[in-house]
């Protein structure tokens, strides 16, 4: 019998398929690029769109959209150095933009914090500074004076000193937030716990088992509690309570 040939899938029209041939990504590449450029620009910056960050304190804009593409390139383009062995710093300007867009985009939340409220700066070395606050309202972030923290105390002393603080150079710190580095390459100090804490959480997680729980009923609700429990105790004790993805 003759083999068969499965029928080609079909493509819709307009739509770009992956490239298969070593030559072609980087044309593909090219070329999807400019098509995102060119529906960018015909939006313009202020027009409004969906983004899967709804509830941070990032617009949901195609201005918006545009900055986060251009921290995933400068992001992927570190990977693409790691690969070849000659990792270099991102620049100083795309670096402290990532933290800013990153924390704006990623951190904030009107998840409910499930711990005591605290705060933790974080210090770039070319002069910007920011304040992640966490508590029943969820984690906001506030852009801090340059120079320094408010007021320029050290983390945890006087009413106004975060409880923890994270310094580096202006590209370590969206490397350490994006996962590239480890945390440990920032200068800590003040409560460690609490900066483990809010590295580890996931509120999407957390919202989606609470969700799942109350929409069970009476037997259902408490069996999908028991469940939970045990993993949360665990997490707990190790002072993780799950692990935020990231790019």
């Not at 593909?28 to 450029?37: D, E, F, H, R």
């Amino acid at each position: 019998m003759g083999r068969h040939t499965p029928p080609a899938k079909s493509v819709s029209k307009g739509a770009r398929c992956t490239p298969r041939e070593r030559e072609a990504p980087l044309a593909w590449l090219t070329a999807s690029t400019q098509q995102l450029l060119d529906a960018l620009r015909e939006a313009g910056q202020d027009r409004g769109c969906w983004t899967c960050w709804g509830t941070s304190q990032s617009p949901q804009t195609a201005g918006a959209v545009a900055r986060h593409q251009l921290q995933e390139i400068s992001l992927h383009t570190y990977d693409a150095q790691i690969a070849m062995g000659t990792p270099q710093p991102l620049p100083d300007e795309v670096a402290l933009d990532g933290v800013d867009e990153f924390l704006f985009t990623c951190s904030a939340t009107t998840s409910p914090w499930p711990h005591k409220p605290g705060a933790v700066d974080r210090h770039a070395a070319a002069g910007r500074s920011w304040r992640l606050s966490v508590s029943a309202g969820g984690a906001r972030i506030t852009r801090l004076p340059t120079p320094g923290t408010m007021p320029a105390t050290t983390a945890g002393e006087g009413p106004d000193a975060a409880d923890a603080s994270l310094r580096g150079t202006a590209s370590a710190p969206v490397l350490a937030l994006h996962g590239r580095t480890p945390m440990d390459s920032l200068k800590l100090e003040g409560d460690r716990h609490l900066v483990h804490l809010r590295h580890a959480w996931d509120p999407d997680k957390e919202d989606a088992a609470m969700r799942h729980i109350h929409g069970a009923s009476g037997a259902g609700k408490a069996a999908r509690l028991r469940v939970l429990q045990p993993a949360w105790r665990i997490r707990k004790r190790s002072g993780f309570a799950g692990s935020r993805s990231t790019t």
